[in-house]
T-cell receptor, first 112, second 113 residues
């Protein structure tokens, strides 16, 4: 799996957009970009994933650069409940999830 | 409600006393997996199962056993727990072909004295 690099921590003001970057310069053609978050010590929660097109769901938007070497997760209106560790993972989508490797992630703190 | 249920959520035990952490999912998922999470080491996969009666080792399988006799259940067995197995454990599941879209349980915090 391609290695991903994320900032260790970020702050965001409540109500503003939170933009979380991820670098995956060695991503291969069949690898998707997945985003998860983990609130305190709860189980990680799937957020979104994409291959090369931008994706949006009820939780977030995912912007992937044209060269696929980096991506940004956008939480459009961050709330205090979005404070969590966010993980960016590159993994093939075919088959199963056995190849997911969770790194250190980004600690996002939403400030009142 | 779709969920992955783990029990117990918290457990303090002593070295060598066999224990089982249960995991059950109600989504008819083929794939199930166990992770442990330790400070500074992130989430590491212990075992996974692609379907009933099909299991395989993850990155840190030593000291653990699993079984998959039914599709919904995937228990984690510690035959002789040791203090280095003190950790936060997560069970996860996904449907076949869903790639990396995992559903996680709430976690089981285990302390081995």
């Amino acid at each position: 799996d391609a290695k991903t690099t994320q900032p260790t921590s970020m702050d965001c003001a409540e109500g503003r957009a939170a933009n979380l970057p991820c670098n995956h310069s060695t991503i291969s053609g069949n690898e998707y970009v997945y985003w998860y978050r983990q609130i305190h010590s709860q189980g990680p929660q799937y957020i979104i994933h994409g291959l090369k097109n931008n994706e949006t769901n009820e939780m977030a938007s995912l912007i992937i650069t044209e060269d696929r070497k980096s991506s940004t997760l956008i939480l459009p209106h961050a709330t205090l409940r979005d404070t969590a560790v966010y993980y960016c993972i590159a993994s093939p989508s075919s088959g199963s999830a056995r190849q997911l490797t969770f790194g250190s992630g980004t600690q996002l703190t939403v400030l009142p | 409600e779709a969920q992955v249920t783990q029990n117990p959520r918290y457990l303090i035990t002593v070295t060598g006393k066999k224990l089982t952490v249960t995991c059950s999912q109600n989504m008819n998922h083929e794939y199930m997996s166990w992770y442990r999470q330790d400070p500074g080491l992130g989430l590491r996969q212990i075992y996974y199962s692609m379907n009933v009666e099909v299991t395989d080792k993850g990155d840190v399988p030593e000291g653990y056993k699993v079984s998959r006799k039914e599709k919904r259940n995937f228990p984690l067995i510690l035959e002789s727990p040791s203090p280095n197995q003190t950790s936060l454990y997560f069970c996860a599941s996904s449907r076949q072909g869903a790639g990396g879209e995992l559903f996680f349980g709430e976690g089981s915090r285990l302390t081995v004295l």
